[in-house]
């Protein structure tokens, strides 16, 4: 266009030119270089990143071949925290070696108290009752509590976890038979793009 040629016409009439190159080991640094050696970089840079432009849209299209046999996973048993909830999860987790799948915890099947949440937020520790940190204390047990509903804390203190325990409420178990399913179809993007 007009405008770019007389941008690289001002660049190439002027003495020189300050370029800000930043690396790993000099963050700030700045080159003195002349107009030449500026579009003689601009235009390797150019040639550079039109090559490369096919080899990256390739390999983003690019769907990774299945492995066969399928690689194993590492565990032979899975409790309700892997949220295995349908047949295509199952179906998954049993082809890759998995023996023992729990169903999750949505599903409804535990009825008594399970961990709802782990993190590795710990209420000990932010009201300073960490047996780690303060020496030779024996904290209470912990509990939250919401209108009637009380939920359990329990302390993994040598993996630093909490686990907020409770167990399913009836109602939640009852939500389960009145939602209804609906399919659910995806359209490629090339598709949706015309």
Known sequence: SAGTGSAAAS??????????????????????????????????????????????????????????????????????????????????????????????????EKRDDVSLMITKHCLRYSFNLCPKEVKGIRPDPMQLVNGDETLTLRFDCKRCEMHVVGALRPHVAKMRDTVVAHKVSFVPRAAARH
């Open 11 to 108: 660049l190439a009439s002027s003495p020189s030119v300050a370029v800000w190159l930043p690396d790993e080991t000099t963050p700030f640094s700045i080159w003195i270089v002349s107009p030449a050696t500026l579009q003689r970089l601009a235009a390797a840079a150019t040639i550079i990143a039109r090559a490369a432009a096919p080899a990256l849209r390739y390999c983003s299209n690019e769907l990774a071949m299945a492995v066969e046999p399928p690689v194993p996973y590492p565990q032979d048993a899975l409790s309700y925290l892997a949220n295995v909830l349908n047949d295509k999860a199952r179906a998954f987790y049993a082809r890759h070696g998995v023996k023992l799948i729990d169903a999750a915890f949505e599903a409804n």
